[in-house]
């Protein structure tokens, strides 16, 4: 007799007998025709079991060689350089060059260099200052 595979996306659970119809029949019929249901379902899951296994180690070797990949790559990694900025200078600078009382650049120059003039740039700082602590 020529067996049909079992195939897990055509299998039924209605056709699967209930309890009452294995303890309504006889030991001998109902053991036969749950070998005949269970043996393929169980081939099946085996099956399946077997292709999820095969498909987890496609993933590990992939991962393997995407890390071997990545190891090994042709240019190795360049730290950045560490520029070192004197900030408090350029700070001192700033303030010297656009707010002292005698600046070096005048109200022209903060206005070009800035895009605003001088008077609203201290409004903000002030109000930022009476908002907020950071400020």
């Not at 700070?91 to 656009?98: A, E, F, I, S, V």
């Amino acid at each position: 007799m020529l067996r049909r595979p079992f195939v897990m996306e055509n299998f039924n659970v209605d056709t699967l007998p209930t309890e009452e119809e294995s303890s309504s029949s006889s030991s001998a019929t109902s053991s036969s025709s749950d070998d005949n249901v269970i043996i393929p379902v169980i081939g099946a899951y085996g099956r399946y079991q077997q292709r999820v296994q095969q498909q987890m180690m496609f993933l590990v070797r992939l991962r393997q060689t995407a890390v071997e990949m990545m190891s090994s790559a042709s240019t190795p990694r360049i730290r950045r350089r560490c520029i070192r900025r004197d900030r408090e200078a350029a700070h001192n600078r700033l303030y010297q060059d656009y707010f002292a009382e005698d600046s070096v650049y005048n109200e022209h120059h903060f206005r070009r260099r800035f895009r605003m003039r001088k008077h609203l740039f201290l409004h903000i700082v002030e109000a930022l200052g009476n908002h907020s602590e950071y400020f």
